[in-house]
């Protein structure tokens, strides 16, 4: 098995909705950017929260987007061994220091989990924090394609409630 590596977080003093993955998938691994698969949904469905088509943008312009809107980007796990991209296949998961991250996000007021296995490892490690509301979003794997994008859309427009200035 592979030791896969998570990216550096995306999120700043501005941020004030982290959403978390589990581990990036080989394709995003491959480029080197979070959510490559031309597949996953990602980019889509956090475009309905930001207002934005985010689709059509260049890998750096899609971050600019999410970092003026107040979005940061991280995962659940720093590293793992796995084969192919599935989160079934993760193994001996090494956690991300989620807490150490967000005590330097003064503006957070959510952490969105992207997929049943960010939420599990999140809730793990967050649940206690006052003052944060924690999201369990579907995920935009195309391996999870049990609901439409539109349904998931529905769901991640939630987003939009904690994204605005006066939240």
Not at 28 to 57: C, E, T
Not at 87 to 113: C, M, Q, W
Request: charged share 20%.
């Amino acid at each position: 098995m592979t030791v896969k590596r998570a990216f550096a977080p995306l999120a700043d003093h501005w941020t004030r909705v982290l959403v978390l993955g589990s581990l990036p998938g080989d394709a995003s691994l491959k480029a080197a950017q979070y959510y490559a698969h031309p597949q996953n949904g990602f980019w889509r469905l956090i475009g309905v929260a930001i207002g934005r088509d985010l689709q059509a943008m260049a890998c750096p312009d899609r971050v600019e987007a999410l970092r003026v809107s107040g979005v940061g980007l991280w995962d659940v796990i720093a590293s793992a061994e796995r084969t192919g991209s599935l989160d079934a296949a993760i193994r001996s998961p090494e956690a991300a220091d989620l807490r150490g991250l967000i005590a330097g996000l003064p503006s957070l007021k959510a952490v969105a989990f992207n997929g049943a296995t960010a939420a599990r490892g999140g809730r793990k490690v967050l649940a206690d924090i006052e003052g944060l509301t924690l999201i369990d979003l579907p995920s935009s794997s195309p391996a999870h394609a049990s609901r439409t994008l539109a349904e998931k859309a529905e769901r991640w427009a939630i987003l939009k409630d904690f994204l605005a200035e006066d939240a």
